[in-house]
């Protein structure tokens, strides 16, 4: 975040008491302002202060043209607040032009933190579910999946507002964990996942499985989701898939130590 160079604006601005900010910043030098109203705008965003970043852009900040690692943008992500956004909104923010190296999107974001209240205002304000970078390499539907809070709501809200799930792969996160209740979500749902689909959800492949990548079927039959691999099957995942190296969903069973989901699959003609 840019620095903030005048004495006691820091503290201003975290308490919200816009008018300490306006008075300090009147201090500051003509060639100085414009620098110094954009740190009051990150701070504020950061901490959710919209009364004081709704002044900025009263005061002639103007949103940046700077679409990729914008810092404002960055601190309204880190907010989390859907107020924050709104300010932004209302000043020209396009939600699905902004994406982060660091944070993804904000989209994502929610997703990784389970933020129902703020996927929400995102989605209703039009941000493209289908658009999203993806936060620690992570799409915002596996991240809703997989998350340290995980949301099938926000799923649900993606979905009711146009993701096609093309390219996804939580549908497979979800096969591999066990989650029924989201992989059902997924797939029965009007634009279904992909069973064909095999590419890996963990972003980075791990060095012990980064040449298993399969289906939804294969990962669930190697990590023995029982449940899943029937479920699968009865939705029609193919079971002779074979990965990239010719293995089967078969051969992932037995390299899991699965005998049921071998037994399912070598009834189902794998």
Request: hydrophobic share 40%.
């Amino acid at each position: 975040m840019s620095s903030i160079t005048i004495n006691g604006l820091d503290e201003a601005i975290t308490a919200g008491d816009l008018d300490v900010v306006k008075n300090l910043y009147t201090t500051a030098g003509s060639d100085q302002k414009s620098a110094l109203l954009t740190s009051i705008a990150e701070c504020a965003a950061r901490n959710a202060k919209t009364e004081i970043l709704d002044w900025c852009f009263r005061s002639g900040l103007g949103v940046s043209r700077s679409l990729l690692n914008n810092e404002l943008y960055d601190q309204a992500c880190f907010s989390l607040s859907p107020a924050v956004f709104a300010v932004l909104l209302a000043h020209g923010l396009d939600l699905n032009e902004y994406h982060s190296e660091y944070v993804g999107d904000a989209l994502s974001l929610a997703a990784y933190h389970g933020n129902v209240e703020l996927a929400r205002f995102l989605l209703e304000k039009g941000a493209d579910p289908n658009q999203t970078w993806g936060y620690q390499e992570h799409e915002a539907g596996v991240w809703a999946t997989i998350g340290p809070n995980p949301s099938p709501e926000i799923l649900r809200l993606m979905l009711q507002h146009g993701w096609t799930q093309k390219e996804s792969t939580a549908h497979i996160a979800a096969a591999e964990l066990g989650n029924l209740e989201v992989l059902k979500l997924l797939i029965e749902a009007n634009h279904g996942a992909d069973l064909e689909y095999s590419e890996p959800w963990w972003g980075v492949p791990t060095e012990n499985e980064g040449d298993q990548c399969g289906t939804a079927l294969y990962r669930a039959a190697l990590k023995g989701r029982d449940e899943v691999v029937a479920y699968l099957l009865e939705k029609g995942a193919n079971p002779r898939f074979k990965d990239k190296m010719g293995r089967s969903c078969f051969w992932a069973a037995r390299e899991g130590g699965n005998e049921r989901a071998m037994q399912m699959l070598e009834e189902s003609g794998c």
